[in-house]
């Protein structure tokens, strides 16, 4: 999705609406490191990232991390709360400065009630939400760590080219990626050694430049239908 695409919301609002909005909003700063929202916590203001990115994370009883997904300039968050008016579901944890624009819960459902774009806007958002968490569901049901390692990747080099980059700056380390596929980091550094080899993508310090965008897709596509096939087969 584009940084384009991620600003809908406001798109969707009139000159005036968004105006109004923004007039009511304020900015938020965050360190790195730091957690903005936490599971568990009642409050149901909604937030669009302006600069930076986020983790949204979970955490298992032992601690340890569970990562769902990325937040990255444009994207909005929070919405899941000020709809229905529940707890925060996830942690939110800065993975560099960040700098926020954040509304009331109140003044985000003027907003879509005001304006049938935006509310068409969010259906689909929270349709592709739940298309995506099905697509890793079957990921870490189905496939195998190489393979899972091989999908988050794809959607990594796909990210970077929807902004018009072969890019991905800064890259996830390689603990980062075995939390996102559930593995060890030493499997996750043997295969990039192996991708790397293959002229996939070349990496240097915090990036990842994807060279070979569509074979790492071939690989994801006979590597997924094999996979599948041997669960059935089970």
Request: charged letters at 30%; one cysteine or more.
């Given at each position: 999705?584009?940084?384009?695409?991620?600003?809908?919301?406001?798109?969707?609002?009139?000159?005036?609406?968004?105006?109004?909005?923004?007039?009511?909003?304020?900015?938020?700063?965050?360190?790195?490191?730091?957690?903005?929202?936490?599971?568990?916590?009642?409050?149901?203001?909604?937030?669009?990232?302006?600069?930076?990115?986020?983790?949204?994370?979970?955490?298992?009883?032992?601690?340890?991390?569970?990562?769902?997904?990325?937040?990255?300039?444009?994207?909005?968050?929070?919405?899941?709360?000020?709809?229905?008016?529940?707890?925060?579901?996830?942690?939110?944890?800065?993975?560099?400065?960040?700098?926020?624009?954040?509304?009331?819960?109140?003044?985000?459902?003027?907003?879509?009630?005001?304006?049938?774009?935006?509310?068409?806007?969010?259906?689909?958002?929270?349709?592709?939400?739940?298309?995506?968490?099905?697509?890793?569901?079957?990921?870490?049901?189905?496939?195998?760590?190489?393979?899972?390692?091989?999908?988050?990747?794809?959607?990594?080099?796909?990210?970077?080219?929807?902004?018009?980059?072969?890019?991905?700056?800064?890259?996830?380390?390689?603990?980062?990626?075995?939390?996102?596929?559930?593995?060890?980091?030493?499997?996750?550094?043997?295969?990039?050694?192996?991708?790397?080899?293959?002229?996939?993508?070349?990496?240097?310090?915090?990036?990842?430049?994807?060279?070979?965008?569509?074979?790492?897709?071939?690989?994801?596509?006979?590597?997924?239908?094999?996979?599948a096939s041997n669960l059935i087969e089970r």
């Amino acid at each position: 999705m584009s940084f384009s695409d991620r600003l809908g919301f406001l798109e969707a609002l009139t000159v005036e609406e968004r105006d109004k909005l923004r007039a009511r909003s304020r900015i938020v700063r965050v360190k790195r490191g730091q957690t903005l929202l936490g599971r568990g916590e009642h409050s149901s203001q909604v937030f669009i990232v302006i600069e930076g990115r986020l983790r949204v994370l979970l955490y298992s009883m032992s601690a340890r991390e569970v990562f769902l997904r990325e937040l990255a300039a444009g994207d909005m968050f929070g919405e899941l709360g000020a709809i229905d008016g529940q707890d925060r579901s996830v942690n939110i944890v800065a993975s560099s400065d960040v700098r926020l624009m954040s509304f009331a819960r109140s003044d985000f459902t003027a907003a879509m009630t005001s304006s049938t774009k935006a509310t068409d806007w969010m259906m689909k958002r929270l349709i592709g939400q739940v298309r995506s968490l099905t697509e890793k569901v079957f990921e870490l049901s189905a496939l195998n760590v190489q393979t899972r390692l091989h999908c988050e990747l794809l959607r990594l080099g796909k990210a970077a080219a929807a902004e018009g980059s072969r890019e991905v700056r800064p890259a996830p380390t390689h603990s980062e990626l075995a939390n996102r596929v559930g593995t060890s980091r030493e499997a996750v550094t043997r295969e990039m050694s192996v991708l790397s080899g293959q002229d996939i993508f070349r990496s240097g310090r915090k990036r990842l430049e994807f060279l070979d965008l569509p074979r790492l897709e071939e690989y994801v596509t006979r590597s997924s239908l094999r996979d599948a096939s041997n669960l059935i087969e089970r």
